[in-house]
């Protein structure tokens, strides 16, 4: 039963050509959404400017159109100093479609005061008038303008890749191409509930995740997942028909070991449609069975602690070190969080107290991130 599960019903080979009406709502409502949130982003560079502002907004002439943002630790003195930084670059998510750097910089700021690293946000054109592969080459390009960058202090014996989202799986992807590999090499990577495995049908992904009511008022406590019509759409937008949804640089789940940095923490949050595949990557990296399409990632019922991580349950936490400690999996479960937690409105976490705890829980695995990559990739 569960074998037929695993290999017939749940994935699919190659992205389909839908149906013209269906095509004509997926393209609609994508464009809908571009179209609010280019008013939205332009209202807020001119007159809500970030509380954190990044310390160097540039273009590289590969890509003039697209912005990096740059972040220095507070306690550092780019105009006096010249020590290299461990560098981190980050991705947005977005679904490929939407979003901008400007989005994480309040995480991007943090992180990078909080580690004593250098941030680098990276930007890329968007689905659908750009569709796979051109996100993917857009950070190509980006990342290896910003690694030659002779201003930047750029340590280049400790640099990591990291995204979000639609973010997280072009951080799996761009770890593969050649030109990445072999001049960055990238020690680590840090996908956050990243998209991992574009085969799999949405109705399972949806069905891989407890739904909890007991959550109370708020987004958290919905019967259904509120990524579950948005996904289809952007799938649609991003991959073409035709194209090999087990791509490793489409699904990175596919993607074999050695093609991928020595070391990775995979994060994501507990409801979230898009945990499993993550949890099934982590384990499938660690040398650890993997969980079946029938195992829920999480547990059924809220997490007793507030504000707090849960790392003594390996459905939340574990950590496989290999090779003497030159390659690593780390996974981590943000309890009773939602996708993209980081950044919901307020209104959304339903009461004051719920707002807080996803605070408290997003500084706890920057925290745990960054001290990983401190105390295992590099030290």
């Known amino acids: ?23 004509f709502a997926n393209g609609a409502t994508i464009y809908a959404l571009q179209s609010i949130g280019a008013p939205v982003y332009q209202y807020r560079e001119w007159f809500s400017p970030p509380e954190i502002p990044p ?33 981190v670059f980050m991705i947005h998510g977005g679904g490929f479609c939407i979003g901008q ?34 996100a993917l080459h857009d950070v190509e390009a980006l990342l290896l303008a910003a690694f030659d960058d002779e201003s930047l202090p750029i340590d280049k014996n400790h640099i990591a890749v990291g995204g979000f989202s639609a973010g997280g799986n072009l951080t799996l992807a761009v770890c593969q191409l050649p030109s ?13 509930y990243a998209v991992v495995d574009q085969s799999i049908r949405q109705e399972f992904k949806v069905k891989a995740r407890y739904y909890k009511p007991d959550l109370g008022p708020g987004l958290r406590s919905s019967p259904t997942d509120f990524l579950g ?26 993607a074999p070991r050695d093609a991928l940095p020595p070391h990775i923490f995979f994060c994501s949050t507990e409801l979230d449609q898009l945990a499993h595949e993550t949890w099934r990557m982590a384990s499938k990296l660690a040398g650890r069975p993997e969980p079946t399409f029938l195992d829920k990632v999480g547990q059924e019922k809220p997490a007793a602690g507030k504000g707090e991580l849960i790392l003594d349950d390996e ?3 574990f950590e496989h070190i290999g090779e003497g400690g030159k390659t690593s999996i780390r996974w981590l479960l943000v309890p009773d969080q939602l996708h993209g937690f980081e950044n919901l409105p307020r209104s959304y976490h339903g009461t004051e107290e719920a707002f807080q705890d996803a605070k408290l829980k997003e500084v706890a695995y920057q925290e745990a991130m960054g001290q990983w990559l401190r105390n295992v990739v590099w030290k």
């Open 55 to 87: 310390n160097i907004v540039k273009s590289y002439q590969c890509r003039p159109s697209l912005q990096v943002r740059i972040f220095f630790p507070k306690s550092y003195d780019s105009k006096a100093s010249k020590t290299p930084l461990p560098t």
């Open 315 to 317: 459905r939340f936490a």
């Open 101 to 134: 750097p400007r989005d994480d910089d309040p995480w991007n700021a943090r992180f990078a005061s909080m580690h004593n690293v250098l941030v680098v946000a990276l930007n890329y054109r968007k689905a659908p008038s750009y569709p796979y592969p051109t």
């Open 180 to 192: 990445i590999r072999e001049k960055v090499k990238p020690s680590a990577a840090l996908p956050i």
């Open 229 to 254: 019509k948005l996904c289809p759409v952007f799938t649609w937008s991003y991959i073409d028909p035709g194209l090999s949804l087990k791509d490793p640089l489409i699904s990175p789940y596919f």
């Open 1 to 23: 039963m569960v074998d037929e599960l695993e290999h017939s019903d749940v994935r699919l080979d190659i992205q389909p050509r839908l149906p013209i009406l269906e095509r």
